[in-house]
């Protein structure tokens, strides 16, 4: 266990059970949308104001337009090394590695390219924003046979309810009171 695991009330036993792994906030410190309106905004004006547009049409639709800008260096991100940590040593054990964010499917795959650890990608794409509820009914249907989730948000509650187990990673204090009220079953706790 690395230094930053503040928690662990089990371990991942459940070895063919996937682990899914949000990416802001938690693979990544950051939050890549803000991080990809923040370099359009100083580099490509025109064409952020041009991808707010597509908002009327919807979150997704707004994410494709700004990340097929591609101005995101994805190998200067905050990654959480704690987590990078941990993925490593569950994909050594042979459990299978799920990306699962609410990011475009672009930024995704160029993060998860960089990082080299996802066996799986499921992200924003065709229209679908997959945050919330969206994101765990995609994990229902793919995980049958459950899943264990990191993620660091109030976003993340319904996904921790449907999951064998709970990793919150950087959680705020009000994020764990929510998990813990909810009856999270909370596994791993890392800073």
Known sequence: MTSSAVRSTES???SEVPLCVDLDGTLVCSNTM???ISIAARKKPFHLLRACLKLFWGR???KQSLASLRLLDVSNLPYRQSL???IHRERAKGRRIMLVTGAH??????IAQHVRCFDTILSTCDGENLTGKAKRERLLECCPGGFYYAGNSQSDLPVWQSSVGAIL????????RSAARCGINIV???K
């Open 188 to 190: 791993l706790t890392l």
């Open 105 to 110: 499917q672009r930024t995704a795959e160029a």
């Open 34 to 36: 803000i991080e990809e």
């Open 12 to 14: 991942l036993a459940i």
């Open 169 to 176: 990673v950087g959680a705020s204090i009000r994020v764990q």
């Open 84 to 86: 990078l940590e941990l």
């Open 60 to 62: 997704a639709e707004f």
